[in-house]
């Protein structure tokens, strides 16, 4: 497991900052128009300089991050949670994370207004880094692919934050979004609130690089989170705990930019298009990232905190133990909350995988293993090889609706949750595309949900083409399969001592079975040999109900 787990970290580094060959001039495609710099546009002024930000805002700032740093510090000691490794480290996933198998991620932010990022073969594509890498030569971009690309679309006067009067959030539509996860299936919904750059699709009062006060100049957030609460849904905070660069007041009083999260280290000049409303600070995490999340949690009282961005600095400068401490106390005895792995780093060691409520595979990171996870864990993939909106998605390059059902119920059957990513284009539209695959699992769960949703691993997950799980009080066992059989198919892992009754998920009336060895022989009716008229479409579902004795 650790092995698997440590070459899982590998692949995660290499896609988080790939240092890949991904294309030449040759193949720089020119974007449709919608994807390319509009004809005679001129950004918008910015209003204040990091300087005019640093003069008028910095200080009040810093005194109401000191008063909230000290809440936290005081919450955390009366509390029942302390700021600890060892004592957040205690810490389980709640009952309802285990039972609710499906999720939706809104990945969405400033990126998506370029959507692209160039094909790969295999893996997966991140054109949710596209700000950074427009600009950025060295380990981010070895052959300058993405610099090139952005040259030739946009312009090399084009910066990285002229995106931002562009992200006007024109075709959004939070409440229909919610509607969808409910319809699909999912039982908790999580949209980027802060990704790496910085820009924060609720309004903070923590800097001026938010959505209220650029952009489209509103909420973006907080009609999901009513939504959620309204449908019965749970809400999850994402949250990236470091960012490209920020700016931080040095010794001198002057500005300086604070980099972790490229190697890219930016000018003054520079760091003007990439910070724009970005308020300096002495203390990147007391002044700023602790005070931003504890208003976050303060204000939305969101159900799951999903930490990113944290891959090469240490937890303790992060307070990313703090902040969950504070997080667990303000919920505790009134509702069960979660937070996922990406603390950072202990004593150089990444904590993904090693921390956390769960752990978070990306793109199956965790391998093709045939085993119970020994932890609860949470697989973030979406129906392409896209980590954020790329225009160039099509039929040919997203995963089919058969292949999708697939994929999750062996998620599902090796303990995991699988948290699908929607990518949403520049101005907040759901691609026809990925809708359609919403659709189709949605009604797939409505017929099969039983054998996925409150389920538990069983002792053999996967065998041949069937997945299994079972129910949590251990009476029933479903046998998933994946490729109709014909008119029988073998459950070797079942013992047929065991055995009461079997009958399909969708289907009224009960199947004859018989011993095949130590497990079970089952015999699907005739009727059911005619694909039109089996319960649901792709995998079918049999339930196996064990005898008393057994369960």
Request: charged residues 30%; negative net charge; aromatic residues 14%.
């Amino acid at each position: 497991m650790k092995n698997t787990i440590s070459i899982a970290l590998f692949i995660l580094i290499a896609f988080a900052c790939p240092a890949q060959k991904q294309g030449t001039s040759k193949q720089i495609p020119l974007a449709p128009e919608q994807y390319r710099k509009p004809e005679n546009y001129k950004p918008e002024s910015y209003g204040y300089t990091l300087n005019e930000l640093k003069d008028q805002f910095s200080e009040e700032m810093m005194e109401r991050s000191a008063e909230v740093y000290q809440k936290v510090l005081d919450v955390n000691e009366k509390g029942k949670w302390k700021g600890t490794a060892e004592s957040t480290g205690e810490h389980k996933a709640p009952e309802w994370f285990l039972d609710a198998k499906f999720g939706m991620f809104i990945d969405w932010g400033l990126w998506s207004i370029a959507g692209w990022a160039p094909k790969t073969k295999g893996g997966a594509m991140y054109p949710d880094w596209y700000e950074t890498r427009m600009s950025s030569v060295g380990s981010m971009d070895t052959d300058s692919t993405f610099i090139k690309y952005h040259e030739k679309n946009w312009g090399a006067d084009f910066k990285r934050d002229d995106f931002i009067p562009l992200f006007q959030a024109k075709n959004y539509e939070p409440e229909m979004l919610v509607d969808l996860a409910k319809e699909t299936g999912m039982k908790y919904v999580i949209p980027f609130c802060k990704h790496h750059s910085g820009f924060c699709l609720w309004p903070s009062s923590y800097t001026k690089r938010d959505a209220f006060d650029m952009g489209p100049n509103r909420d973006l957030i907080g009609p999901i989170v009513e939504k959620c609460k309204e449908e019965g849904l749970k809400f999850g905070f994402y949250f990236s705990v470091d960012e490209w660069e920020y700016p931080i007041i040095g010794p001198d009083g002057k500005i300086k930019p604070r980099v972790k999260l490229t190697k890219d280290v930016p000018t003054l000049e520079e760091l003007e298009h990439r910070a724009t409303g970005k308020i300096a600070v002495n203390d990147f995490a007391k002044d700023y990232i602790v005070p931003q999340a504890v208003e976050f949690i303060d204000k939305y009282d969101p159900d799951l905190l999903w930490y990113d961005g944290e891959w090469w600095t240490e937890a303790v400068d992060l307070k990313t133990y703090e902040i969950s401490a504070y997080y667990y106390n303000q919920a505790e005895g009134r509702k069960e909350v979660a937070v996922n792995d990406r603390y950072g780093n202990r004593n150089g060691k990444r904590l993904m995988s090693y921390h956390g409520d769960f752990y978070t595979s990306e793109y199956d990171f965790m391998g093709d293993i045939n085993t119970r996870m020994s932890h609860p864990w949470e697989e973030c993939r979406g129906i392409s090889q896209s980590y954020g909106f790329n225009w160039q998605d099509t039929e040919e390059n997203v995963i089919s609706s058969k292949e999708f059902v697939d994929m999750f119920v062996d998620i599902v059957a090796k303990g995991g949750n699988l948290l699908l990513i929607v990518n949403l284009d520049g101005q907040g539209a759901l691609p026809k595309i990925q809708r359609d695959r919403l659709i189709d699992i949605g009604k797939w769960l409505s017929v099969n949900g039983e054998g996925i949703y409150a389920t538990r691993p069983f002792k053999q997950q996967t065998e041949g083409n069937v997945s299994y799980t079972q129910s949590k009080d251990g009476q029933y066992v479903y046998a998933i399969l994946k490729e109709w059989p014909g008119s029988e198919t073998r459950l070797q892992s079942i013992p047929f001592d065991e055995v009461s009754k079997v009958e399909m998920l969708g289907y009224e009336g009960l199947f004859k079975f018989q011993k095949a060895g130590e497990g079970v022989l089952v015999e699907l009716p005739k009727g059911l040999q005619v694909e039109k008229e089996r319960p649901s479409s792709y995998a079918s579902i049999l339930k196996v109900t064990l005898k008393e004795d057994n369960r």
